[in-house]
């Protein structure tokens, strides 16, 4: 049954105070966050002083002359740095200023000659690696590979099946619009035809992958490109739901609340709303271009009624992006090819050197995938759609501790477990903030496991055992960050060390027992 609740009082801020166990529960979680953001707010004050993006304000968010009658996002979402602004990416805030310099920014005492011998020797150490490793082994990429007819199968299976499931998330967009402006009282068949979506979305992309069998490459691709459209589509449905309930609880005295498209009010001001193409509240915003602009077009998986947008799209910009891109791509290649395949394929006999071989190879190929993803390839989507909200990561590197590693290192996929599983958990079923913080790891690692099983097709729940490990490693490290931030920054360093290793021998060797090669072509 829906839950109705009574308007008791409007805050200072215009949000909606209710008796409702939902609504009131969700203050005492929003409270919980204020610390964070007000200290987010002073890095956001700090900011605007800063160099920005050139934005076009009729298409950002939350004008000041907003009608009160309709709401823009849920209460219980957090505010602050949690709501899409204009922002640059870290990488380039500083480097706007005319006045930064770099080495003055790493540098923090006198020891500029070792800091400079360092720097030397990593330099030096790689490039030895590398000449050492093609003279004694040969060159041992493989071009071809990237040439053979079983890889375009698998590419245009991949690009069928990827239009396919877009396609098929249209349904959560027939669900709202059915049922969070006509029949709102059939809460169960709603519930159903929701979770029916999503378990036919795994379900059908699973089947049809383990009977194609592409490489794995091309499957973790899918298995990827499903994750991030089953989250839109569960972000899309909830956060509607709950701006049905706060809606339907602020016109409770209507004489047909239920029908909350009948609404006169609310009618009137969302067709003065469209033609002035502002912000489009609930139930208004249940339209279909705002629909595809989330689910196909913006680079976040939360959705809101409104993001802001620039008002230009730097061609160059978009073009060195993109040749770092084919860059990085040469580069994690060679790394597979000479240094990680051999140590894979070629055991030495020792699980211990062969973590110390795989090392240096997987973090390398990893912070370029990082940098080639997060970096280069949303900022160049962003570019390309006009989305303004560029802050994909945070400062991560500098983490001190694993729970702001994960909550720095991938901001959008954080975005979506803060407000949908540890806000929501802890404002609609009353669970603690550690059991919520639990909840979270328990979906990821979930989730991580779905897609390297779908990758290797094989199920030994290696990355499921690694995430829901991190939970006391969490605890750990919290105490080695209280007695120095250094210390505990080299420990978040040194399990992503040896991290990727350890999963890099329990998938890619077992799967080599069964496949001839590990290559981009079928066998």
Not at 17 to 43: F, G, H, Y
Not at 123 to 150: A, D, K, W
Not at 266 to 292: C, I, R, Y
Not at 353 to 360: G, P, S, T
Request: one cysteine or more; proline letters at 5%; aromatic letters at 14%.
């Amino acid at each position: 049954v829906d839950m109705e609740v009574v308007q008791d009082s409007k805050a200072e801020d215009g949000s909606v105070r209710s008796n409702d166990p939902l609504v009131e529960s969700s203050s005492l979680v929003t409270d919980s966050l204020k610390k964070q953001d007000s200290i987010a707010s002073e890095s956001d004050s700090a900011q605007s002083s800063s160099p920005s993006l050139k934005t076009d304000s009729s298409q950002n968010p939350m004008p000041a002359n907003q009608s009160s009658s309709e709401l823009l996002r849920p209460s219980i979402y957090p505010s602050g740095p949690h709501v899409p602004v204009p922002r640059f990416s870290i990488l380039e805030e500083n480097l706007l200023d005319p006045d930064f310099q770099i080495m003055q920014e790493l540098k923090s005492h006198r020891m500029e000659g070792f800091y400079n011998l360092s720097l030397l020797l990593l330099c030096f150490s790689i490039g030895y690696n590398v000449v050492r490793n093609v003279r004694e082994n040969g060159l041992l990429v493989e071009f071809r590979s990237l040439l053979c007819y079983s890889l375009v199968e698998d590419i245009a299976f991949a690009v069928v099946l990827s239009l396919s499931v877009m396609l098929y998330s249209t349904s959560v967009y027939l669900i709202a619009k059915l049922f969070f402006t006509q029949c709102t009282a059939l809460v169960r068949t709603r519930t159903l035809c929701y979770v029916c979506v999503q378990l036919w979305l795994y379900i059908g992309v699973s089947i049809l992958v383990l009977v194609r069998e592409p490489t794995p490459f091309v499957g973790g691709y899918i298995a990827l490109h499903t994750v991030v459209f089953s989250l839109k589509i569960h972000s899309y449905y909830a956060t509607n739901l709950l701006m049905f309930l706060e809606t339907k609880a602020m016109h409770k005295t209507l004489p047909n609340p239920n029908n909350l498209a009948s609404i006169p009010a609310l009618k009137n001001e969302g067709a003065k709303q469209l033609n002035n193409d502002s912000v489009l509240g609930f139930p208004h915003n249940l339209t279909w271009s705002n629909f595809a602009f989330f689910m196909f077009v913006a680079p976040s998986l939360v959705y809101e009624t409104k993001y802001p947008r620039t008002s230009v799209v730097r061609v160059s910009y978009i073009a060195i992006y993109s040749a770092q891109i084919i860059a990085i791509v040469f580069i994690q290649y060679f790394l597979l090819s000479q240094f990680l395949i051999p140590t894979i394929t070629h055991p030495s006999g020792s699980f211990v050197f062969d973590v110390m071989r795989l090392a240096m190879p997987s973090i390398f190929i990893w912070l370029f995938g990082f940098y080639g993803f997060f970096h280069c390839g949303l900022n160049t989507w962003a570019e390309i759609t006009r989305f303004a909200d560029r802050q994909f990561y945070r400062e991560w590197f500098n983490a001190t501790t694993l729970d702001s590693f994960w909550n720095k290192w991938n901001v959008p996929v954080h975005e979506w477990c803060l407000r949908h599983i540890f806000v929501e958990s802890q404002a609609k079923y009353k669970v603690s903030k550690a059991n919520a913080a639990l909840a979270t790891f328990l979906l990821s690692a979930v989730l991580h496991e779905y897609i390297f099983a779908l990758a290797f097709r094989t199920l030994r729940p290696a990355m499921f055992a690694g995430m829901l490990a991190q939970v006391p490693f969490i605890y750990v490290l919290r105490k080695l960050g209280k007695h120095g931030e250094r210390r505990g920054n080299l420990v978040v360093w040194i399990n992503l060390f040896f991290g990727h290793p350890l999963i890099e021998i329990l998938y890619l060797r077992e799967y080599y027992e069964t496949h001839d090669r590990l290559s981009l072509c079928r066998a």
